[in-house]
Nanobody, 122 residues
Framework: QVHLVESGGGLVQAGGSLRLSCTAS????????MGWFSQAPGKEREFVAG??????YYADSVKGRFTISKDNAKNMVYLQMNSLKPEDTAVYYC?????????????????WGQGTQVTVSS
């Protein structure tokens, strides 16, 4: 498993921006699919964005507002979140998939971070 640590969450007003970072304990390169999931209170964890050797993928709710990227030299994955809405409020988790694929199902991901809270006020 890969040890993942998220950072960058916080409180922001609607329309604002945040950048989440995820540090991996090992070089993931193109071997792993990397992704971000969110979990709001009382709801299931859901796919937000993913990146693999094949490209980037986004949930419909964040397309055009969020951007996922990687820095393989630093073993880092980022989630740039713009035009934030109150409904984006959730704990955001970084995840890694040994298959190298990006799949919206949480069961297809092997490693998870501890999560970082994002709160968007109206």
């Amino acid at each position: 498993q890969v040890h993942l640590v998220e950072s960058g969450g916080g409180l922001v007003q609607a329309g604002g921006s945040l950048r989440l970072s995820c540090t991996a304990s090992t070089h993931t390169g193109s071997r792993y699919g990397m992704g971000w999931f969110s979990q709001a209170p009382g709801k299931e964890r859901e796919f937000v964005a993913g990146i693999s050797w094949r490209g980037t993928y986004y949930a419909d709710s964040v397309k055009g507002r969020f951007t996922i990227s990687k820095d393989n030299a630093k073993n880092m994955v980022y989630l740039q979140m713009n035009s934030l809405k109150p409904e984006d409020t959730a704990v955001y988790y970084c995840a890694a998939a040994r298959t190298g694929w990006v799949n919206p199902k949480t069961s297809d991901w092997d490693s998870w971070g501890q999560g970082t809270q994002v709160t968007v006020s109206s």
